[in-house]
């Protein structure tokens, strides 16, 4: 029930592309979803957050989807550059307990 | 990098010796996490510490014990580690231990147990 299942768990993309990393949960209780990035070397940073009021968030290039009924949310990334290579976890929480992360998404966007 | 500093980088310990992480936090954050991230799964939480008092201890076995003096250091001391212990150890901070707390990790502490 705590569970988050990332997919795919590696993507390649040419640049000017659109990535796309999917994430389902089966908790219901699970009311913040964020998406962290992790370049190699370095720690997982924050990318972008969604609560369930609302359907999709955009932040530049990067947008949250959230589908409530069907328990899934995903990260698109417009115009895919090769700086965008990194690791990406989705991630969620229910209310009074701590984050679930998946599995990551290792992206590579060539050139 | 100068928000959270992780010292070693890396480390190759054998099953018989201890060693220590370190952790350092320039945020002025009062929370501060252990997390374990292993290769192609996702990242655990290990301990919770809130102005300097440990909150959390998600079943951690006792070979790793944590270390809090005040709320911009945390320490993470290993002893009679096993292989399997081989992983990424994160240190993250945060300003509070609220559930939807922004994490602040450091680049981690790459373990080897031989």
């Known amino acids: 029930q705590q569970q988050v299942k990332q997919s795919p768990q590696s993507l390649i993309v040419q640049k000017g592309g659109i990535s796309i990393i999917n994430c389902a949960y089966e908790?219901?209780?699970?009311?913040?979803f964020p998406w962290y990035q992790q370049f190699p070397g370095k720690g997982p940073a924050l990318l972008i957050a969604i609560r369930p009021d609302v359907s999709e968030k955009k932040e530049g290039r990067f947008t949250i989807s959230f589908n409530k009924s069907a328990k899934q949310f995903s990260l698109h990334i417009m115009d895919s550059q090769p700086g965008d290579s990194a690791t990406y976890f989705c991630?969620?929480?229910?209310?009074?307990?701590?984050?679930?992360f998946g599995e990551g998404t290792q992206l590579t966007v060539n050139p | 990098e100068t928000g959270v500093t992780q010292t070693p980088r890396h480390l190759v310990m054998g099953m018989t010796n201890k060693k220590s992480l370190k952790c350092e936090q320039h945020?002025?954050?009062?929370?501060m996490y252990w997390y374990k991230q292993s290769a192609k799964k996702p990242l655990e939480l290990m301990f919770v510490?809130?102005?300097?008092?440990?909150?959390e201890n998600n079943s951690v076995p006792s070979r790793f014990s944590p270390e809090c003096p005040n709320s911009s250091h945390l320490f993470l001391h290993l002893h009679t580690l096993q292989p399997e212990d081989s992983a990424l150890y994160l240190c993250?901070?945060?300003?509070?231990?609220?559930?939807?707390?922004?994490?602040?990790f450091g680049s981690g502490t790459q373990l080897s147990v031989l």
């Open positions: 993250a901070s945060s300003l509070g231990t609220g559930f939807n707390e922004k994490l602040f």
């Open positions: 908790n219901t209780a699970f009311d913040y």
């Open positions: 945020l002025g954050h009062n929370a």
């Open positions: 510490y809130n102005f300097k008092e440990q909150t």
């Open positions: 991630a969620a929480s229910p209310s009074g307990s701590r984050l679930t």
